[in-house]
C-alpha cells in the first residue's frame, strides 16, 4: 500500500489545519491508521492513531487540540489541528497497519511499516 499526505502549511499561533492521508493498493481500509511528527534531531513521535472502529489514542502532547477520523469508505485519514503551538512546528507523517497493536504499544512509530513521505507544518508566533 502507498500513503500521501496533504494539508500542511504554514500558519500562525492558535490557528488550525487540516492534514489528509489518501491511501491506496488496498483492498480494504488498514486496521490502523494515524500520525507522527518529527522535528530535526529529534526522535518520531505518536501523534494520534484510529483504528478501523473509530477507536482512538492521542499523544499527551495534542490531546484536547488535535481531533484524528477516517473515511474508511475513500481509505482517508484526516487530523483537525486547532490552538496551534510553535512547538506543533515538525513534519507530520502519516502511518498505517494492517496488523493489530496493543494499546501500549500503537503511539510507537517502531511498530508500522507503512508511512507517507510527509507533510511540513510550521507555526509562527
Known amino acids: 500500500g502507498q500513503l500521501v499526505e496533504s494539508g500542511g502549511g504554514s500558519v500562525q499561533a492558535g490557528g488550525s489545519l487540516r492534514l489528509s492521508c489518501a491511501a491506496s493498493?488496498?483492498?480494504?481500509?488498514?486496521?490502523?491508521m494515524g500520525w507522527f511528527r518529527q522535528v530535526p534531531g529529534k526522535e518520531r513521535e505518536g501523534v494520534a492513531i484510529?483504528?478501523?472502529?473509530?477507536?482512538?489514542i492521542y499523544g499527551d502532547a495534542v490531546k484536547g487540540r488535535f481531533t484524528v477520523s477516517r473515511d474508511n469508505t475513500k481509505n482517508t485519514l484526516y487530523l483537525e489541528m486547532g490552538s496551534l503551538k510553535q512547538e506543533d512546528t515538525a513534519m507530520y507523517y502519516c502511518?498505517?497497519?494492517?496488523?493489530?497493536?496493543?494499546?501500549?504499544?500503537?503511539?510507537?512509530?517502531?511498530?508500522?511499516?507503512?508511512w507517507g513521505q510527509g507533510t511540513q507544518v510550521t507555526v509562527s508566533s
Open positions: 484510529i483504528a478501523r472502529d473509530g477507536h482512538t
Open positions: 502511518a498505517a497497519s494492517v496488523m493489530w497493536i496493543d494499546w501500549n504499544n500503537r503511539l510507537s512509530p517502531a511498530n508500522y511499516k507503512i
Open positions: 493498493g488496498y483492498t480494504s481500509s488498514p486496521y490502523l
